[in-house]
Structures are given as C-alpha cells and as structure tokens.
C-alpha cells in the first residue's frame, strides 16, 4: 500500500504586513492633514484676535492694551514652541538654507520690545504703532510658514 502525500495548496493570501503597512500610512496621512488643518484654522483665529487687539492698542495708545497685545503674542509663542523661548542670538540656519525657528522668536521680542518704547515715547504716532503691529504678525505668520 503506498501513501500519496500532495503538497499543501497555498491560497493567494495577501501578505498582512504589507497590508498593515499601507493603512498605517493612510491612518498617519489623514491625522497628518487634520492636525495641518486645525494648525491653520488656529493661527487664523489668532491672528485675527491679534488684529482686533492691534487695532484698539493702535487707538487708545494705552499701556494696558500694549500689555494684553504683548501677553497674547507671547502666549501663543509659548504654546507652540513650548519653552525654547530663552535663547541667544544666534546665525544659524536649517537645511533649508532658512534662519532657525529661534532668531525669528528672538526678531518677535525685538519687534515688541520697540513697541512699547514707542508707545512709552510721548510722540508715538498710531500710524507707527500699527507698522509695528503689521511688522509683528507678519514675523508670526512668517514664522509658522
């Protein structure tokens, strides 16, 4: 009596860890561009409650708004670079070949800084104001771009 032994039949299985594989990266890619989007839809928020409070710093020239214009700024700026906020001036660049995150923070501080001296300043005029204010949210949006 002899024995037929057939060799198994392989079912075409698809390979799990390939398959895996691509729904991790569609899975990444999704979270990747809502979080992207929530990013912008945050930022134009922020920049239009930073304009609103510009514009009534540029019209009262009162130190108290200077004050809530400053802390807002820096709040955002601590919110989304952490505390990396202490840093020198420093000449570096990314790979890029663009200055790093940290001198354009360090711009922002400087930016503000010159802001309150004009405002301090008894002949500061709100067209200069509100440059200083332009100058800022652009070195923001500048900055997140």
Do not use: C, Y
Request: proline content about 3%.
């Amino acid at each position: 009596m002899s024995i037929r032994i057939d060799a198994p039949h392989k079912s075409p299985t698809p390979n799990l860890d390939s398959q895996s594989s691509l729904d991790r990266s569609s899975e990444f890619s999704g979270i990747l561009s809502q979080t992207q989007k929530i990013q912008r839809i945050e930022l134009q928020s922020f920049l239009q409650r930073l304009g609103t409070q510009g514009k009534k710093l540029s019209e009262t020239l009162s130190l108290r708004d200077l004050k809530d214009f400053r802390d807002m700024v820096k709040s955002f700026l601590r919110s989304t670079f952490g505390q990396s906020r202490k840093m020198q001036d420093e000449s570096s660049w990314d790979s890029q070949g663009r200055p790093k995150v940290m001198a354009r923070i360090a711009k922002i501080d400087h930016a503000l800084d010159e802001l309150g001296k004009q405002l301090l300043d008894q002949q500061a005029k709100p067209l200069e104001v509100l440059t200083k204010i332009d100058e800022i949210r652009g070195l923001i949006v500048d900055l997140l771009a």
